[in-house]
């Protein structure tokens, strides 16, 4: 297993927040690597992904929520079921918290504001809000060899093919670019 203590950063190649979220699974030196190996990891992503900060330290038990979500969340995009559902939404019922009406771009919209910053809340209502507004069939997986990370493919022409052009897309076209010299040789 790859030494994760050395890592500073997630990878914030998604598109999304909702997606992201799945991409603390990846593939480090050709070995599955979990990103959220400790609390302080889930504590650390959420601010990298700026969706709030935790006010105290999270648990054990917080963080193998966080992982059972992550599992339900990438079942729900592959195929909505109940089960998956009842995960999503027993994270979304520990928000508490008020609606607010505030306009933005000349138009009124609601947003939740959260009373305290709950972790499995925070996440439950980024991929809650994905999931329903949309279009799911645009996560796609990085076509990069040995790369599982996904994306929220958000081109005009919906032709993205890796995660990110500075890496899974540059070593494709080298590769290519080789393979084409030495055919050509």
Not at 69 to 88: E, F, G, N, V, Y
Not at 162 to 182: I, L, P, T, V
Request: include cysteine; charge should be positive; aromatic fraction near 6%.
């Amino acid at each position: 297993m790859p030494d994760l203590s050395t890592m500073s950063s997630f990878v914030f190649v998604a598109g999304h927040p909702a997606i992201a979220f799945l991409n603390t699974e990846l593939v480090l030196d050709g070995a599955p690597a979990d990103l959220l190996a400790s609390p302080a990891d889930l504590a650390r992503w959420l601010a990298e992904a700026r969706l709030g900060r935790v006010r105290q330290a999270l648990s054990l038990s917080t963080l193998k929520h966080a992982k059972e979500l992550r599992a339900a969340t990438r079942r729900l995009l592959a195929k909505p079921r109940r089960k998956d559902l009842a995960i999503l939404n027993a994270a979304l019922a520990r928000g508490r918290g008020s609606f607010q009406v505030e306009m933005k771009k000349g138009a009124l919209r609601t947003h939740f504001h959260p009373d305290a910053a709950d972790a499995l809340f925070l996440i439950a209502s980024t991929v809650a809000d994905f999931l329903a507004s949309e279009d799911v069939s645009l996560v796609k997986r990085c076509q990069g060899t040995n790369c599982v990370l996904l994306f929220y493919d958000t081109t005009k022409s919906h032709t993205r093919r890796w995660c990110s052009m500075a890496g899974c897309g540059n070593r494709m076209k080298a590769a290519a670019h080789y393979r084409r010299g030495r055919v050509n040789s």
